[in-house]
């Protein structure tokens, strides 16, 4: 194994180490809630704070100090909303600080704002927010990345409110047509839109299915459990396979603070003091709930 290859692969932490870290993201994310002036679109970065813990502490192949390595994994936020529970699990991957996060956080010309610029913000892959964008930008670097004889991921994270927009099922027949192997989108399933609970407004189910017949290899877990996100992602296909990959993570937003969870008022919002203090009690209680 080459170096450059080595500082990608890196040593991974076990599941009770990525759960400790899923639930370090979820307080983070808490405490600059409390204490950026804004709404913070929390409800979303706490149902995807599992999957990113998992992603950038295990299954993506990056390394902080070489962001432009060829051979890196490249990650695509779709769901551009939840860009600062992004940057706070780059962050404890060690891409950046999260006291600058906390300090400069939606503020003008921030590095980090309510959605993800890669002019502003070096490691980042791709400029999202406009929903349904990621996925067909997604697709181009994994084509790119075949006709160069690459062996790169690419990996999209994308929220299912936004799999009601065609582009992504443009998206989906074309990475099909091109035996796009090595491209893999993770479906933050919370069955949540803005202001509505998914089936109320579009008629997602049977959701699994749809993928099926665009050509996609379907895997379906709970969002939630970090010993099913490590088995998902221990059992891709090599890169060099004919069929993308669709991990489709049944979720819930809000996830881990009890009166946010399923709450169409926590779709954005901030919190005060008393608020901060409500929440980081039920973080802990659910924890250790989950943990008996």
């Given at each position: ?73 490249r990650f695509l936020l779709s769901k551009g909303h939840a ?71 690419v990996v999209c994270l994308l929220g299912d409110g936004e ?130």
């Amino acid at each position: 194994m080459s170096d450059d290859v080595g500082r990608l692969e890196g040593e991974r932490p076990s599941v009770p180490e990525l759960e400790d870290l899923a639930f370090e993201l979820r307080s983070k994310l808490l405490h600059l809630c409390g204490t950026y002036e804004g709404a913070v679109h929390i409800g979303g970065d706490l149902s995807a704070a599992d999957i990113f813990t998992a992603l950038f502490h295990y299954g993506l192949r990056v390394d902080p100090d070489d962001i432009s390595n060829p051979r890196r994994d490249r990650f695509l936020l779709s769901k551009g909303h939840a860009a600062v529970c992004m940057y706070i699990a780059m962050s404890m991957r060690g891409f950046f600080s999260y006291d600058g996060i906390v300090e400069t956080y939606g503020k003008l010309d921030s590095a980090y704002g309510m959605h993800p610029c890669k002019v502003q913000l070096p490691g980042v892959e791709a400029s999202t927010g406009s929903l349904g964008h990621g996925l067909p930008l997604a697709v181009g670097m994994a084509l790119s990345a075949r006709h160069r004889g690459e062996s790169h991921r690419v990996v999209c994270l994308l929220g299912d409110g936004e799999t009601g927009e065609g582009s992504v099922w443009e998206a989906a027949m074309a990475a099909r047509s091109n035996h796009l192997g090595n491209l893999v989108a993770f479906v933050d399933r919370n069955r949540q839109l803005m202001t509505s609970h998914a089936e109320e407004r579009i008629a997602f189910e049977p959701y699994p299915d749809k993928w099926r017949a665009f050509g996609w290899d379907v895997v379906e877990i709970d969002g939630h459990d970090m010993a099913s996100l490590v088995a998902a992602i221990d059992a891709l296909p090599a890169t060099d396979s004919d069929r993308p990959t669709v991990v489709i993570c049944e979720t819930v937003k809000g996830k881990g603070v009890d009166f946010m969870e399923r709450n169409l008022a926590w779709h954005a919002g901030s919190l005060g003091a008393a608020d901060l203090e409500r929440a980081l009690a039920a973080l802990e209680a659910s924890r250790e709930k989950e943990s008996v």
